[in-house]
């Protein structure tokens, strides 16, 4: 009966950030600025590992990866976003919701993953450097990877199976500017407490896992830098280790304060604002984050643009 009912529902309204018109052309050229910038820089960083054989070893391929779903994470949301800002009625289908709602809840697990991941790597090449080639083996690596786009697809289809059996009654406006979980919860007319919990266990389990394993790789790691007599070996343990740990810093602290406070603290006007950060503002600096306080990717930019003057 819920799938018969939910059918009437052919699209959706997405409400967008503001309903203040003299906003929308301001707001239209500083998104479509901040995607302009994600594009460039990851890309840009996906072609320099790449086009750079010393950058081919398995910090630079999570790296490589984690590039690749910024990208396509700001693809998933950014465009639909900017149509909102310049037609009177951003309308999306029901299959385009549901669709979108699948790629983002996708790619937010898959970054969560592969950002611990990434604290692993960086546990194996600080605290056990001589087993380093050994241990992240191009198998491993690939094992790694697989497991992140593996816990990518079984939550977002998590998520998805909770949503695709709600009746959507009469409203068909979302409360957001993307289809994403709550607010197509709060549009539901027959969701319960359950779904909420489905919800709050599934985001928990994408977020509590990867956090923990990132707790556990920092905590070995930070006991093995207090072990490095030289300063300056201190010191360059811990600048292999900053990048990644704004970057984790900046996506799990906007992703618990969007999904792991009740609505009633975080209502959906704030959430969506807060979601900003971990849809737009992450993916946009990750890839600045980790070219501009590394020397590797610096020396690799220098290199190939010297090619391109030469040729």
Known sequence: MAIENASFVTEFILAG??????????LFFLFLGFYVVTVVGNLGLITLIGLNSHLHIPMYFFLFN????DFSFSTAIIPKMLINFVSEKNIISYVGCITQCFFFCFFVFSESFILSAMAYDRYVAICKPLLYIVTMSPQVCLFLLLGVYGM???GAMAHIGNIMFLT???????NHYMCDILPLLELSCNSSYLNLLVVFIVVTIGIGVPVTTIFISYGLILSSILHISSTEGRSKAF??????IIAVSLFFGSGAFMYLKPPSILPLDQ?????LF????????NPLIYSLRNKNVKFALKRTLGRVRFS
């Not at 984690?66 to 779903?69: E, G």
């Not at 600048?239 to 990644?244: E, K, L, N, R």
């Open 17 to 26: 950030l503001t309903d203040h018109p003299g906003l929308h052309m301001p």
């Open 66 to 69: 984690l590039s690749f779903i």
């Open 152 to 154: 990518g697809i079984l």
């Open 168 to 174: 959507f009654c009469a409203n068909n406006l979302v």
């Open 239 to 244: 600048s292999t280790c900053s990048s990644h």
């Open 271 to 275: 959430g969506k604002v807060s979601s």
């Open 278 to 285: 971990y849809t737009i503002v992450v993916p946009m600096f």
